[in-house]
């Protein structure tokens, strides 16, 4: 039996100092939850190629993370200065066994 989604995370966070646009994850005290620790793929997705833009962090790299998961090969864009969460985005496709593409440059 896995655990209820509704009390498995705490209900709330200590105070985010606000970084200047774009943030980085890397910066935050309270890593951001992207399903790296829980999220179990099904292969829905296998053989499949996902663009993913904003892929370094936030939903983007939750979805990622989840494409990789379920079997897809991804390509992620982001802003060049976020290098560093591009790059542990990319850790987490490749240890799920897919291939990851990293575009820097604003689309």
Not at 31 to 60: C, F, M, N, Q, R
Request: with cysteine; charged share 25%; hydrophobic share 35%.
């Amino acid at each position: 039996m896995t655990d209820d989604p509704r009390t498995s995370h705490p209900t709330s966070f200590p105070g985010e100092p606000q970084q200047p646009r774009p943030g980085l994850g890397a910066n935050m005290k309270t890593k951001p939850d992207h399903g790296e620790e829980s999220y179990v793929g099904k292969g829905l997705l296998k053989g499949k190629v996902a663009l993913i833009t904003g892929g370094d962090s936030g939903i983007g790299k939750a979805v990622a993370i989840a494409y990789a998961r379920e079997g897809a090969d991804v390509a992620i864009s982001y802003l060049a200065v976020e290098q560093e969460d591009a790059e542990d985005t990319r850790a987490w496709v490749e240890k799920a066994g897919q291939r990851c593409v990293l575009l820097p440059g604003d689309i």
